[in-house]
């Protein structure tokens, strides 16, 4: 499999996807269009704390993902949000989501800290623990502007 860099001209494929993706299990909710689109146009622009990736086999789409990039306190050093990562229903259980995982990893060898969040009804969660991912018991609070 190979993973590359989003660009602008991966909307039509990658909007569908994004689509899917918060139509199903891994989401507890929709967002809005206007908020998807912006989110693509940061991920190929010049966002630093963004990045959107395609992942392709022979030359046909599987899946996307997009990472964000912080600093952790609590680690003492940089942490990649998983903040979505999709994998095609056609193209599910062939381990292009563990192929994706190996390419982070091997990507950004600085990184101290690999954090998503799950919903347990998310199948993907298996994966995560195949990787060593566990999970956390902070609840978490938001404030929107």
């Known amino acids: 499999m190979k993973v590359r860099a989003m ?4 909307k039509e494929i990658t909007i569908p996807m994004v689509l899917q993706f918060y139509d199903g299990p891994a989401v507890e909710h929709a967002v809005p269009m206007p908020i998807i689109e ?3 146009a940061d991920a190929v622009g010049e966002n630093p704390h963004l990045e959107g990736f395609i992942l392709e086999e022979g030359g046909q789409v599987v899946g996307f993902a997009y990472l964000t990039f912080f600093y952790a306190c609590e680690v003492a050093g940089k942490v990649i949000m998983i903040e979505e990562l999709f994998i095609k229903e056609e ?8 192929q994706f995982m190996d390419w982070m990893y091997a990507a950004y060898p600085d990184v101290v ?13 298996n994966l995560y623990r195949r990787n060593g991912f566990v999970e956390l018991t902070y ?3 938001v404030y929107d502007r």
């Open 113 to 125: 800290r690999f954090r998503l969040e799950i919903t347990p009804e998310n199948r993907a969660v």
């Open 91 to 98: 193209h599910r259980g062939k381990g292009y989501g563990q």
């Open 38 to 40: 912006k989110v693509f």
């Open 139 to 141: 609840g978490q609070m």
């Open 7 to 10: 660009t602008a001209a991966d």
